[in-house]
């Protein structure tokens, strides 16, 4: 089907549009103290200096990843993210658009109704991923 196809590439495309958003979100979860090292500010407390570190948000994460490793490196993981997105997209519109069929002779056609549930039943469905 041509709707498959054009949303297989919807998803292929959804997925290159949000790797630097799994990326950035990657690093927060997992960074050491060493990633904080630049927003470390010195007070005086009484006399004393006292370093308070804050954890950057993905605002400044993205700005550091670009800084120090460049823009290439917020596509980390895309390949095998690809090869994984191809068959699962393939799998769920199969699902939903044999759901979709199926419903369609018992409900509304092509209703709310419909296409909720197909999506549902689709989402369900083991893709072995």
Do not use: W
Request: a positive charge; glycine letters at 10%.
């Amino acid at each position: 089907h041509e709707t498959s196809y054009t949303l297989l590439c919807g998803g292929t495309v959804g997925a290159i549009l949000t790797c630097p958003l799994e990326v950035v979100k990657t690093r927060l979860q997992s960074s050491s103290i060493t990633l904080y090292i630049s927003e470390v500010q010195l007070s005086t407390v009484n006399g004393a200096s006292v370093a308070r570190v804050a954890p950057p948000g993905p605002l400044h994460c993205l700005k550091l990843i670009i800084e120090r490793e460049g823009p290439r490196s917020l596509f980390r993981g895309l390949g095998p993210n690809l090869v994984g997105v191809a068959p699962s997209r393939a799998i769920y519109f199969a699902a939903y658009s044999t759901a979709k069929e199926k419903l369609n002779g018992v409900l509304e056609p092509d209703s709310t109704q419909v296409h909720m549930v197909s999506a549902g039943l689709a989402v369900n469905v083991p893709s072995g991923i």
